[in-house]
């Protein structure tokens, strides 16, 4: 079981900055990877940027050299590093996580995912 919490979103005005990040707790064997994602009013969530367990990253095109998203060693914190922010930049921000779990020593097999509650962030004059 993983339980996910965002922090550090807000209001901010274009060109401005945040910084999200995100914790997980609870009992797992190992967390493969992190990601954010946002979701847009009437829309479905969309990927912004992943980390994964090697520290590979991959971002959004719309997001590239301006979002930097970056992991923790035990890949139990994600943080995402916004910058040059736009209005268009506006939503809720969820943390994902992809995670192997445990019961004791024992390993789960398969793989399960986990989503955070969201943090808002707005972008505007």
């Known amino acids: 079981q993983v339980q996910l919490v965002e922090s550090g979103g807000g209001l901010v005005q274009p060109g401005g900055s945040l910084r999200l990040s995100c914790g997980a707790s609870?009992?797992?064997?190992?967390?493969?990877?992190m990601c954010w994602y946002r979701q847009f009013p009437g829309k479905s969530r969309e990927l912004v940027a992943r980390v994964h367990s090697d520290g590979s990253t991959e971002d959004e095109d719309s997001v590239q050299g301006r979002f930097t998203i970056a992991g923790d060693n035990a890949k139990s914190v994600v943080s995402l590093q916004m910058g040059s922010l736009r209005p268009e930049d506006r939503a809720v921000y969820y943390c994902?996580?992809?995670?192997?779990?445990?019961?004791?020593?024992?390993?789960?097999?398969?793989?399960?995912?986990?989503w955070g509650k969201g943090t808002q962030v707005t972008v505007t004059s």
């Open positions: 994902n996580a992809g995670v192997v779990e445990r019961e004791g020593d024992r390993v789960i097999p398969g793989h399960f995912s986990y």
């Open positions: 609870g009992t797992f064997f190992k967390i493969y990877n």
